[in-house]
Each structure stands twice: as C-alpha cells, then as structure tokens.
C-alpha cells in the first residue's frame, strides 16, 4: 500500500526526515507530537536555533524569571533551557527510539561553539550535556574541526551518541568516520557494548551551494555550473559512505552489533530563492540516510515532495561536475576549510547573541526583584524638591540636547562644556567599530599573542583596569602600565615576551609625559629583542594629537582615533575601553548592550525614575549640606570599579573650592567612628550577597547615616553602571555649580614637574627639599603649614605637627609614590586604619603617579580640607632610562612627587612628606605604629 504522505513514503526509501529546528512553542502548542505523528523521527538544534527561539519572542519568560529567583547566573539559565527542549523533544521521540530499536528518535544538543578549537573541553561539555540529559535517546552534536575530530573518536569509546556537525568536506567526512569506527573497536577492545552507541554525520549541503555560486559569479564562470555542487559534493559522500560501511572492517563491528552511522543532510533549507525549495530534498533521496529539515521545508515535502531513489544515481554527472567547478578554479576543499570557519563564526555569534539577550533579561528581571533603594533620612525632603526642580528646568531633555548653560553661564565655558558631551551618545558609536577590533583581535591569536599592555594614564587606562580585573578569562592577558616605579616597570619588561606582546597607547591628548614614557621604553625593549616594533604597537588617541603623527611616522599596527568631544573620564565606553576589551576577549557587544539600555533609562524625563539623575541628585544635595565624602562601600567583585568612580567624581568635581570626595576601599570602621559628612553608595551583586557588609550598611542606616544601594546582576552589567555615573556626575557637578569637564588643576603639578626635570637637565640634580627630621627609616618635609626655621624636629614630631590639625570633616590622603603591589596596598591599609579610627575622619590611598591623573584635581582644587600625607623612596639607582629623554623613570616619578608637594604647598593644603628610606613595608609598618601612639589633641 503506497504511504499516506510523503515522509512516510522517504521512510519507505530508507530515509529518516528530522525536524531541524526546535522551540518552547513547537513542543507545549503540540506542533511536534503532530510532526512526528505524520512520520519525523528526529530533532536537531543548534545555537542559532537556539537564539531564534529564546532570544526573539517570549515564550521562555517566566522560566527565565524564574531561574533568575534562583540566583541562577546567565551560563546556567542557558543550560536549564536549552537541556530542558532538548529533554522535552526526545521524550516525545521515545516510543519512536523503542520501536525502532534504538535505530531512530533521536533529539540533538550541540556543545557550545567556544569549545570548537578545544579538544579536552568538547569532551568534558559532551559528557556534561549527555548525562544531564539523561536519556538514551538524545546525541550530542560536537563540529567536525581538527580538535573535534579526536573528542568524537573519545566520546563514542565512552558510549556518548554523536551527531558530527559542520562536515562540508569528502575528506573530513573520512576523518569522522574513522573517528567513528575507531571509537567503536576501542569500546569492543575495552570489552563494552557497541549495540547501543548511536552517531550520524551532519553533511552540510545548501551553504556549499551558497559559497561555490558567489565565487562562480566572482571568476565569471559558466553559470550552468550554479546551484548543482552541493548536491554533487553530497553524493560522492554518499558513495564513500557506502564503501565504508560495506568494508569487512565494519562488518567485523557489525557483527557485534554496531549500527552504521547514517549520513545527515543538513543545512537543507534552500537559500536561493531562484531554486526549487526542494532542491536539497528531492536530490538526496537514499537508503540509510537522514535529512533534517526546517519547517518550511518539511511543509513544502509534505506539500510537493517527489519521493523517488535519487542519491546514487547519476553518480557520473556529479563526479563530472566537481571536475568542471576544479577546471573553474573552485577548490572545494579550500570552500569547505572557509565555510568550516565560517560556520563555527556563526554559531558562536549565535551563542554570544543568545548570552547577551538572556544577560539583559536578567539583568531586568534582577532590578526589579532588587531595585534600587534610596536611604537618605533627614535628607529626603531636599533630595525629593531636587528632584521636582530638575523636573522643572526640563534637566533630562537639555542634557540629551547637550545643552552647555546646564553648567554654566560663561560663553567660554559654554563653549568648552559643548565640545565635551560625546560620552552621552558614544555606545552606540563604539558598537559600529566592533568587528574591525574583533578582526584585530582573531589576527593577534593566529599569530601566537599571549599579551596586551594598555600604556595610559587616569581616564584613559582605569577602564582597562576594570575589564582586565573583572574579565580575567580572556584570550589575551591585559596588563595596565600606569606606574612610573623603576622597579615596577623592570619587572613588567621581564615578565613580557615582546613578541607576543601588543602594547597600546592610550592617551586622549598624545602628550602625556608618563604614556609616551612608557611608549619610548618598550618600543626600544621590543627593538633591542631583535623585532620590528611598528606591528606590535596600537595607538588610541584623538584626531591631529602628536601621537597620531607618531604613530603614522612608526608605522604603527593601528591607529584608533576616538571622537574628539570625549573627555578621558568619561571615556569607558568609547574606544579607550572597547580596543582593550574586545583585543583581550571581552564581549563588548554585550557590554555596550547594557550601556544603551542604561542610557535609555536616563532618558526618562521624570528624574524620579531615572537611575542617573537620582544619583546625581543625591550625591549633589547631599554633598551641599556636608556629606561631601562619597564612600564607596562596595562589595569585592565591585572593588575595581571604584578606582574608575574615583578617578571621575574627583576629576570631574573637586574644584573651586568644593567637590564629591569618593573614599574608595576603605576598610570598614565601627559604625559609631564615621562623621557626619559622609554619604554610602554601595552595590548588591545579584546571586552574590555579602552579608557582612549589608549588615554594616543596616547599622550605618540606623545611626542615620545615608545609604545609597544600587543594583547589579552581572559584570555585563559594568557597561551600565559606566554611563549610570557618568550622567549622576555630569549632574551631581551641576547641582555644586562647577564645570565637570575640565581639570584645572592638573597642570599646575604637571608643570611643576617640567621644571624639575629641566633642573636636573641643567644641574645634574633634581631640587629636593632639605627634609626638617629623619631617623633610621625615614625622613620628613614640613610642607604646610610651614616650621619656624630653625625649630629642630623628629619625624613623630613632624607626624604630629600634620595630624593635630586633623579636624572632624576632613580626609586623609595618603599619597604613596610606590610600586602598586599588594604588598604596599596592605601596609598603607593598615596606616589607614589607625587614622580613620583614631581620628574618625574619612581616609584615601592613591599610588603616584596614577593618582595626580585621579585625586589628584580635588586635593589642589576641592574644598580645604585634606590633609596629605606624601610616601616617597629616594631615587632608585640604576633605573631603565626613558629612552630620548635626559632621564629615567627613577628621576621621573621623584621629579612628580616633587611637583605635587609643591602644588599643595603653594595652595596651602595641609601636607607633609615622608622619604621612606629603608624597606618601604617596614617603613609604613614603624609608621602606622607612630601613628598609633600620636597623642589626640
Ligand atoms: O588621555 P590623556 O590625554 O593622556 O590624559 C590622561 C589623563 O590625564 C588627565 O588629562 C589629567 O589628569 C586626565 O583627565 C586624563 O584621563
Ligand atoms: O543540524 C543542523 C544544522 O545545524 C542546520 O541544518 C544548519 O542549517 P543552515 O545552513 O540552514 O543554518
């Protein structure tokens, strides 16, 4: 009796017809019990199907809130979904598994495309997926790559059922199966059963077709050859598969009960619309085969199918035509190798597409279980006719219009203030420059790179801290050079390998002194290992800088020109950040994703819900009524980000006499030890609660201190929170009436600087100071306020004579021009400590010269009162040379500690300098101790 629809009457020519797509929607509205009612008897997926499914409609929704509830990351919720249609689909297949005795009924997973150069890791995901799944009747999908090819052999001696994907080629389909039949004979060599073990061999079809006619039309070809190699390549396949199975050595696996391992068409959808929407179907008809198909393709089958033997005849013609497309000059090995790479591209585009839009849900779903919350006590009714005033004066639309009177009445400052905007739109522009920096970045793989070194100061590097910081998983390893310290700067040089290094410069203006330092020292570094420098240097910078002339005269690798209305601050989202993160592996995509979603929330006109502008708010009226020391009580995974909040609320605020005075790091006092002109902004990190610093937090609040809770769910989510405080700053900066786009009083130590290395130039020394006391591990400079001359001191007296003017309001900045090590990070905490106890004043830390680019603006040009404890060595002998300069970076980073005290001492800010002379550890160890004993006055 003739079959009743055509997939059965393909079933009666020995051909299994698969469903080559699968959905939420597919298996709950009852389409596939229905498809494989009439015939299916199979289900293949794979990451673009995927992101089809999840990431464009809504079906997935609740389960995905649901799993967010669970404090389930973004990795895991894929997982959960993707296992869980997979585990659907193939018990709706079961009964088909059973009667077909294990021949059919299969549903398949693919491992994740990042896997697909990687061996070891296929491996271990395959067995992950197929025992989560935990069903007979489901098969892995692992690519048909070099690395690949090995996973398959191991998986099926394990007993795994493999669906080879991505086979373009005649000669890699050999390779898969011998990776097959290898498989087998080492599982029956093992004593186990190889009856069970099922694997089929997806041969894509309609791509080859797809590549082959767009290189004819490229050669101008004869046409007649278009649309006909895919089927061709698929039938010599066929052939080859034929051999293979009939050859005594399968038989021998047979005999044990080994099933054969059905070729698979796949990518059987037409994509010319030129061809008949059969074309992959009708041609390709043959016993012992498979063809998976998307649901249109299934319905025009279904529809107009011609069901007849069609796949081993006229194998001539088809070896005919593979000759006439070689006579073209088409290698259809070398399509396959392109279409190979291609596909693994695409699918892993696929994955990334789908983690970015399951980020973004949950990130969504997170703010509003966990939104939010504003604490400000006694401050509310302030804060909430801010608010409504903001409203008034329309802040939100003129600051999206760029209008520059929000700062300022001043034409000139107007003028300055309109060329600086460019961060408010920049996200979307950095999207656009993504795939030349990914191509950048594929290039420095091939070529064997292991590092990035980003080279900058202050805006222009502390992004690069963050991403490197909070994505240590890159291909490449980014390291920040933003330290001057000879010695810290020696041990980078030989920790690199130049020849696997890119060094990026990254300066806005091209001129500052420490970048071009750090460029000159390892361009000669890079020459004196024998290369040629030019290829193993990047520049980031503005249009018509120096450095951009530089850069061009060196024959540069690249380079990048960022828009030139981007101040460095506020420069994270542009180019400065986007070149370092996509070179070292960061999806930036995905990043800048969450900063346009961000930006449109501060877009909303009411500034009530606008996470911006409350901030913003918040930290401006609380700073005028005195709670000016916004301490960033943040948990560990943020930590990072506070050095870059840091750098942008005391660069862009910290003048004329007023300012926000960010306390980053500090450790966490008795509650009843902070003063009253402090505001807490912390962060809840979804999935990752910190109980301690929460119940510290509660017991600030309760004492009726001010506390700000912000939210994030991921570090995706570090792409918002860039743009959150750049707008809550540019604000914050206009409710203290200040312009929050210029630095006005960086060059006043800058030129400091320029004189005392022009001293040394000339008097072969620089002018330190004579110091007014010292001991056998330091000595101290009396800054301001000044000694009587003459007065004879110790170092404790010169310690005391700095901290009794301590008063209750002020901040303590240590300012230690010293490597940036762990080590010395944990002495200066330790000094801190003692200060913000016994003193009860808010405390900072920066390193020289990082922070002069930072904090650096506030403590000259803020309100009076730091009081500034400077740590410095003597110069280092021996330091490397800053090549084309009259010194090295031992006299440089001097020559900067020089400058500033001597900015803050011109400005009368309270300031003291220590030399540590001996260890510095143990310096700072002796000195948190003096401190300690120092009477209270
Ligand atoms: O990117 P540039 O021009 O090298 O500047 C680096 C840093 O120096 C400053 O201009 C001054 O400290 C910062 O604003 C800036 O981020
Ligand atoms: O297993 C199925 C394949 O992943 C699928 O057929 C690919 O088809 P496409 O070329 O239409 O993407």
């Given at each position: 009796m003739p079959s009743t629809n055509t997939v059965l009457a393909l079933a009666d020519l020995g051909q299994s017809v698969w469903l080559d797509t699968l959905s939420r929607g597919l298996l709950e509205g009852g389409e596939l019990a229905r498809l494989i009612a009439l015939g299916v008897t199979g289900v293949t997926s794979n990451p673009t199907i995927f992101e089809k499914a999840?990431?464009?409609?809504?079906?997935?929704d609740a389960d995905i809130a649901a799993l967010v509830e669970e404090g389930k990351g973004v990795q895991e919720i894929y997982d959960a979904l993707t296992l869980e249609d997979v585990r659907r689909a193939a018990d709706l297949l079961r009964p088909v598994y059973d009667r077909s005795d294990g021949r059919d009924g299969y549903a398949s997973l693919e491992v994740s495309?990042?896997?697909?150069?990687d061996t070891a890791g296929t491996i271990q995901e395959a067995r992950r997926l197929f025992y989560s799944l935990g069903r007979p009747n489901v098969m892995i999908k692992v690519p048909a790559t070099a690395a690949g090819i090995p996973a398959i052999r191991d998986l099926i001696a394990d007993g795994i059922n493999v669906n080879v994907t991505l086979i373009f080629s005649r000669h890699t389909y050999r390779a898969v199966m011998e990776a097959y039949l290898e498989g087998l004979e080492r599982r029956r060599s093992q004593g186990?059963?190889?009856?069970r073990v099922a694997s089929v061999a997806s041969f894509f079809v309609s791509r080859v077709d797809t590549l082959v006619d767009r290189l004819l039309a490229e050669r101008g070809a004869?046409?007649?050859?278009?649309?006909r190699a895919a089927v061709a390549n698929a039938k010599l396949a066929y052939r080859d598969f034929r051999a293979v199975f009939a050859s005594p050595r399968f038989q021998a696996l047979a005999a044990a009960g080994a099933m054969i391992q059905r070729p698979l068409w796949a990518s059987?959808?037409?994509?010319?619309?030129?061809?008949?929407?059969l074309l992959y179907v009708d041609n390709l008809i043959g016993p012992d085969t498979i063809n998976t198909l998307p649901l249109p393709t299934l319905e025009a089958l279904l529809d107009h199918g011609h069901p007849a033997?069609?796949?081993?005849?006229d194998l001539d013609e088809a070896a005919r035509t593979l000759d006439r497309l070689e006579a073209a000059g088409i290698d259809l090995e070398a399509v396959a190798a392109q279409l190979l790479d291609e596909g693994v591209d695409q699918f892993a585009a696929s994955y990334h597409a789908l983690i970015r839009a399951l980020g973004l849900q949950r990130s969504r779903v997170a703010h509003r279980l966990q939104a939010d919350r504003y604490n400000?006590?006694?401050?509310e009714p302030a804060f909430r006719e801010t608010l409504r005033r903001f409203a008034e004066e329309e802040v939100v639309s003129r600051l999206y219009r760029k209008d520059p009177a929000l700062w300022s009445a001043d034409p000139a400052v107007q003028a300055q203030v309109a060329g600086a905007?460019?961060?408010?739109?920049v996200p979307a522009w950095s999207r656009q420059h993504l795939p030349a920096i990914r191509a950048l970045a594929r290039d420095l793989q091939r070529e064997g790179y292991t590092d990035v070194v980003l080279m900058g100061m202050g805006g222009s590097s502390l992004v690069s801290d963050v991403l490197a910081h909070s994505f240590p998983d890159g291909a490449l390893r980014l390291t920040v050079l933003d330290s001057t310290d000879p010695g810290w700067i020696r041990a980078l040089a030989a920790r690199l390998d130049p020849a696997r290094t890119l060094f990026i410069v990254a300066?806005?203006?091209?001129?500052?002194t420490e970048a071009l330092a750090f460029y000159r020292y390892f361009w000669q570094r890079v020459r004196d290992a024998g290369l040629d420098p030019g290829p193993h240097f990047v520049a980031i910078t503005d249009p018509g800088t120096p450095l951009e002339a530089e850069a061009g005269r060196q024959n540069f690798r690249r380079v990048f020109l960022n828009p030139v209305d981007i101040g460095g601050r506020y420069s994270a989202l542009s180019l400065f950040g986007v070149v370092p993160g996509t070179l070292m592996g960061v999806d930036m995509e995905g990043l800048l994703g969450r900063a346009e979603e961000m930006r449109e929330r501060c877009r909303l006109p009411d500034p009530a819900t606008n996470p911006g502008v409350l901030l913003g708010v918040a930290m401006g009226v609380l700073a005028r009524a005195?709670?000016?020391?916004?301490?960033?009580?943040?948990p560990s995974r943020m930590g990072i980000m506070a050095d870059w909040i840091e750098q942008l609320l005391a660069e862009s605020t910290g003048k004329n006499g007023t300012g926000f005075v960010p306390v980053a790091h500090e450790p966490l006092a008795d509650?009843?030890?902070?003063?009253?002109d402090r505001l807490f902004v912390t962060y809840r990190w979804l999935g990752h609660p910190d109980p301690d610093l929460e119940s510290h937090l509660a017991a600030l609040e309760a004492l009726g201190h001010p506390v700000i809770r912000l939210t994030i769910?991921?570090?995706?989510?570090l792409g918002a929170e860039f743009y959150r405080w750049e707008v809550a700053t540019a604000l914050g900066g206009r409710i203290l009436g200040?312009?929050?786009?210029?630095?006005?009083?960086?060059?006043e130590s800058k030129d400091n600087t320029a004189r005392m290395l022009a001293a040394l130039a000339e008097e072969?020394?620089?002018p330190v100071p004579h110091p007014h006391a010292s001991d056998a591990l330091m000595t101290a400079t009396v800054g301001y306020p000044p000694v009587p001359s003459g007065t004879r001191l110790t170092v404790t007296d010169a310690l005391a004579h700095l901290l009794r003017?301590?008063?209750?309001g002020d901040y303590v900045a240590l300012m230690a021009y010293l490597a940036p090590t762990a080590e010395h990070w944990s002495a200066l905490e330790q000094l801190r400590e003692v200060i913000l106890r016994r003193w009860r004043v808010a405390t900072t830390v920066g390193f020289g010269p990082r922070f002069l680019h930072s904090t650096g603006q506030l403590h000259k040009?803020?309100?009076?009162?730091g009081v500034f404890l400077q740590l410095v060595t003597p110069p280092a002998p021996e330091a490397p040379a800053v090549p084309g300069?009259?010194?090295?970076f031992a006299s440089l980073i001097t020559a900067q500690g020089l400058g500033d005290f001597e900015a803050l001492t011109h400005h009368h800010r309270r300031v003291l300098r220590l030399t540590l002379t001996g260890d510095p550890t143990v310096g700072l160890a002796e000195l948190a101790r003096t401190v300690a004993a120092l009477p209270l006055s």
């Open positions: 999840i990431a464009q409609g809504h079906d997935y495309p990042l896997l697909a150069y186990q059963a190889i009856d004869s046409q007649d050859l278009a649309g059987t959808g037409t994509k010319n619309p030129a061809y008949s929407d033997r069609t796949l081993d005849a400000l006590g006694s401050y905007l460019g961060w408010l739109d300066s806005k203006s091209g001129t500052t005195g709670r000016d020391k916004v301490t960033l009580a943040f509650p009843a030890d902070y003063g009253d769910a991921d570090r995706y989510g200040i312009n929050a786009f210029d630095q006005p009083n960086v060059q072969g020394q620089l003017l301590v008063q209750p040009g803020g309100s009076d009162h300069q009259p010194y090295d």
